[in-house]
């Protein structure tokens, strides 16, 4: 039995071919896991699309959101056990000699590898992961539940985190898509007061659900001034929307001395106001993923009960149905593939 089901990109800009493909062998320190679900992210999308300036391999199995069993253990794995669940991410290795890796900020190895990018992911019903960077999943997750936790979960945590607001400060969360709305949810159980911003309603209604005190709909006009006015401005400002006006308006949206991180990717360039940004001392900063570390932590939020995503279950053969819904802002909170 050496093939198994995946959804594949063969070119850019087109469906993905969801067939038969070879099941992969684990190589020296990975591991072989049965997928049982996987989140859809909006990377998929752009790695679908070829959006971005590093190109994914192809073909490509994508999918950056697994979790599975572990079926086979590759030479020399000694940290994990058969039948154990683990998740892959999208920080799928990374060199660990780097500058980067050295203090900790593997994310910034520039020899990473990338699950469901630049080698295969979660879109088929086997996937390797790296022993030393696989997810380790808490006992008694529910596996579809947990896993947009490996990509939406962490990267938003660990954006939350570079905000610097502390416990009792405003943060705004612009996009309440699959990443957007978990971030209400950790901003929340971390103890800061929440505006979300989106441009659809339905969106803006989840992040009510999920603890956001304040909502505004960036399409009824100007969303910085509607900020300072509700708040006066956030302490800290995450950026997970898919549309590049976002990012210019989150500048205005914070308050002196303030913090903005972008999550989001869409491709494009944004206005920076030189003397606003001089003026008030503002900080802007990208941040990708998280390392292994804040993925510990993420996980463990989850396990103490305080991260619920919302989310619906869809079999691998509607791939491309869900990515022309994401395509089109149609999807509430995330789907997860079950497999
Ligand atoms: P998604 O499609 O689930 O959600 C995107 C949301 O943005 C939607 O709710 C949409 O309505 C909203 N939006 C669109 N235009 C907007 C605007 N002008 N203002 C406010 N909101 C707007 O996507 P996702 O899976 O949450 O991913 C979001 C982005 O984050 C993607 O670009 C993805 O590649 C990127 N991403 C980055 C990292 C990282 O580590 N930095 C990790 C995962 C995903
Ligand atoms: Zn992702
Ligand atoms: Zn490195």
Wanted: charged share 20%; hydrophobic share 40%; glycine share 14%.
């Amino acid at each position: 039995m050496n093939a198994m089901q995946a959804a594949i990109v063969e070119d850019f800009g087109h469906e993905l071919t969801v067939g038969e493909t070879q099941k992969p062998t684990p190589g020296r320190g990975q591991a072989l896991v049965k997928v049982i679900a996987t989140g859809v992210c909006h990377t998929d999308l752009h790695a679908l699309e070829g959006d971005w300036p590093v190109k994914p391999k192809l073909p490509l199995v994508p999918g950056h959101e697994g979790v599975g069993i572990v079926e086979e253990l590759g030479e020399g794995v000694t940290n994990l056990e058969v039948g154990q669940m683990v998740g892959n991410a999208w920080l799928w290795s990374a060199c660990g000699e780097c500058e980067h890796c050295r203090q900790g900020w593997e994310t910034l190895c520039e020899q990473q590898q990338n699950g469901g990018y630049s080698t295969d992911g979660s879109f088929g019903e086997y996937m390797l992961v790296d022993a030393q960077y696989a997810a380790i999943i808490p006992e008694g997750s529910d596996p579809a539940e947990i896993a947009p936790v490996l990509c939406a979960g962490v990267t938003v945590y660990k954006g939350l985190k570079r905000t610097e607001a502390r416990p009792g400060q405003w943060v705004v969360i612009s996009g309440i898509g699959g990443l957007g709305h978990i971030a209400v949810q950790y901003a929340v159980a971390m103890g800061l007061r929440v505006v979300a911003v989106d441009i659809a309603d339905d969106k803006l209604a989840l992040a009510k659900k999920h603890g956001a005190e304040v909502v505004v709909n960036a399409m009824d006009g100007d969303p910085a001034a509607a900020v300072q006015e509700a708040i006066g401005g956030a302490h800290g400002v995450l950026v997970t929307a898919v549309h590049k006006d976002a990012f210019g308006q989150a500048i205005g949206m914070t308050r002196r001395g303030g913090t903005i991180v972008f999550n989001g990717l869409p491709p494009g360039e944004f206005p920076a106001p030189i003397f606003d940004i001089v003026l008030k001392g503002l900080t802007i900063r990208g941040s990708i993923v998280g390392t292994r570390q804040d993925m510990v932590e993420a996980l463990d939020f989850y396990a103490a009960g305080k991260i619920h995503p919302t989310f619906t279950k869809r079999p691998l053969g509607d791939i491309n149905a869900i990515l022309d819904e994401m395509r089109h802002g149609k999807i509430d909170g995330r789907v997860v593939v079950e497999y």
